[in-house]
């Protein structure tokens, strides 16, 4: 064909009326486009399409058997079908096919090719104008920072693996920490451009060779090859420093990632596996504290397999109203009687074996899975079911039950409690809420505005482990409560250390000069009961030397008698 084609066409025809307009649209559009002349069958082709396609120029005649060539062998009677579709097709009328054609870069990809039929002024077929959109690629693309996602990462990752049977290297997951706390204090486009910013950051501390993908929510990833621990660690570290500062017109905040690496082929030879490991071993470097690197590992796999088990029983359990879950009450003694003035309800859990799991494996899945919200309104139901009823042969018997911070951001939970006390008719004064993991808090005033929401309903609040890790003097000054109770780690030294002896007596009496009473943990002799009564002043005294964590009914014969 010539490539005087457009002058040959003359100025009356359709194609060349309108080129002017197909170029300027041309521009500003990814996709294919083409103009079909209804008449003679001559068909305008945009430039990516002469590039792309290596026609032999922008005019083109039998289109469909120029481009069959690049369809997918089992798609071409789909689009001998559409184009076979023109020579009957009525103004208005719109033909649509999607088959997968061979991309510029070597790939087979899903497109979607739609046709409308236009008239001219007699009412007639005059011009087709067509456009194929390339569908692989909007599927492959994360909309907020370009890259390429998940589906893209494993195909690529695929042909990796699959390049070469020496293939070696490295697969890394970057997951950003705490993002969804920028989120939530700057707003989602705050966080939109943040990600934008970061993956063009990171993207440009990369070598060359690496391509950085985005997966969900706040997690990139990229792989190499050829790559040894040590100079993935020299990567991260990189990325760390460009994740420092996430920039706004009016903020600057700081952010910290971790990231989890797993090699190939030594910890698996397959992308699910490689990418479950790498998620695992990113995991694993929140879990030991965050802004760091984790490579994987088996025994923190077969750990992390564990817990998703129980997650999945409890979740089920909860389903079924927490039928494997039960209470057990440890007895508190009023230190100066020595009698019975109430006790701990304390959460445990059945295994599916019968067996009871030990509380520190469970509870922190509960919390860290929310879960802890529907077991929280168990607890407090059934605790104060069985006070009550319990309160018919000691009407000042308190119950203390524990208390997370994730129960205090659920938003009924305040009514649910008022709602549980007036409905069993129980004193709230007999209540105690501990607040547990103090240490974790950020926001004293939140912690504060709900806990004298309880109080005013009458109800006792109390910080629990005081003396392990950050629970000290400067949280006692930060949360006001009616009680502090004293770790067992605190006191189990006591009668053979002056030192600890001396704090003990101190933190008593200056919890006594602010009208807060003591509760301590974790007594198993008399020899340190009868110091911490008569030496230390203490108020509530709670161990194993006057009894374990029971059932409700094992208590209940030790209480009767």
């Known amino acids: 064909m010539s ?63 120029l481009l069959a060539p690049f369809v997918w062998h089992d798609d071409r009677e789909i689009l001998e079908d559409v184009m076979g579709q023109l020579d009957s097709a009525m103004p208005g009328v719109e033909i649509n096919g999607e088959f997968r054609l061979l991309n510029r870069n070597g790939e087979y990809g899903w497109v979607s090719l739609r046709m409308t039929v236009g008239a001219d002024e007699f009412g007639q077929p005059e011009l087709v104008a067509g456009v194929i959109a390339r569908m692989d ?114 903020d600057t905040i700081f952010c910290t990632a971790s990231a989890g690496a797993a090699f190939y082929p ?39 397999r564990y817990d998703i ?116 008719q129980i004193d709230p004064h007999t209540l105690v809420f501990e607040l547990t993991e103090s240490n974790k808090v950020y926001d004293w005033d939140f912690v504060n505005k709900h806990f004298n929401a309880f109080h005013e309903l009458g109800i006792k609040i109390s910080m629990d482990d005081f003396g392990m890790g950050y629970s000290n003097l400067a949280f006692m000054k930060n949360f006001r409560c009616n009680q502090v109770k004293i770790d067992r780690a605190f006191v189990e030294d006591v009668l053979n250390s002056e030192y600890d002896r001396n704090i003990i007596k101190y933190v008593i009496q200056m919890c006594h000069a602010n009208h807060m009473e003591v509760c301590i943990e974790g007594i198993e002799d008399e020899a340190t009961f009868i110091f911490l009564r008569d030496v230390c002043n203490a108020d509530i005294i709670q161990g194993f030397y006057f009894g374990y964590p029971e059932t409700e009914d094992v208590f209940v014969k030790r209480f009767n008698q």
């Open 309 to 424: 088990g129980m997650q999945n029983l409890m979740q089920n359990s909860i389903a079924r109203g927490c039928e494997d879950f039960f209470l057990c009450y440890q007895p508190q003694i009023n230190a100066k009687t020595g009698k019975l003035s109430g006790a701990e309800a304390l959460l445990r859990w059945y295994d599916r074996d019968g067996s009871v799991v030990a509380p520190m494996q469970f509870i922190p899945l509960l919390e860290r899975s929310r879960m802890i919200i529907p077991v929280g309104h168990w607890i407090i139901e059934n605790a104060i079911k069985t006070a009550k009823r319990w309160q018919e042969f000691m009407p000042e018997f308190e119950v203390s039950v524990n208390i997370s911070l994730y129960q205090l951001e659920e938003q009924m939970f305040y009514d649910f409690v008022k709602d549980c006390i007036e409905r069993h």
């Open 137 to 250: 690629l909007k599927l492959k693309a994360d909309h907020v920072t370009g890259l390429l996602n998940r589906n893209a990462f494993h195909v690529d990752l695929m042909k990796e693996l699959n390049s070469s049977p020496d293939a070696r290297g490295a697969v890394v997951f970057v997951g950003l920490d705490n993002f969804q706390l920028v989120t939530e204090t700057y707003g989602y486009e705050f966080g939109d451009n943040a990600l934008k910013q970061l993956a063009q950051d990171i993207t440009n501390i990369l070598p060359p060779d690496i391509r950085l993908y985005k997966l969900d929510n706040d997690m990139f990833a990229f792989y190499v090859s050829d790559v040894y621990p040590e100079e993935i660690e020299i990567i991260y570290s990189s990325i760390q420093l460009c994740m420092r500062e996430i920039r706004n017109i009016e």
């Open 3 to 65: 490539t005087n084609l457009f002058l040959e066409l003359g100025e009356d025809s359709p194609l060349s009326r309108i080129k002017t307009y197909f170029d300027a649209l041309q521009h500003s559009a990814d996709e294919y486009l083409f103009v079909v002349d209804a008449a003679t069958k001559q068909v305008m082709l945009s430039k990516n399409f002469v590039r792309d396609f290596n026609f032999p120029e922008e005019f083109v005649e039998d289109f469909g058997n």
């Open 266 to 304: 030594d910890n698996a030879k397959d992308v699910i596996n490689l990418m479950r490991y790498a998620e695992v071993a990113l995991e694993f470097a929140r879990h030991k504290g965050k802004d760091q690197v984790a490579f994987f590992d088996s025994a923190y796999y077969e750990r992390w």
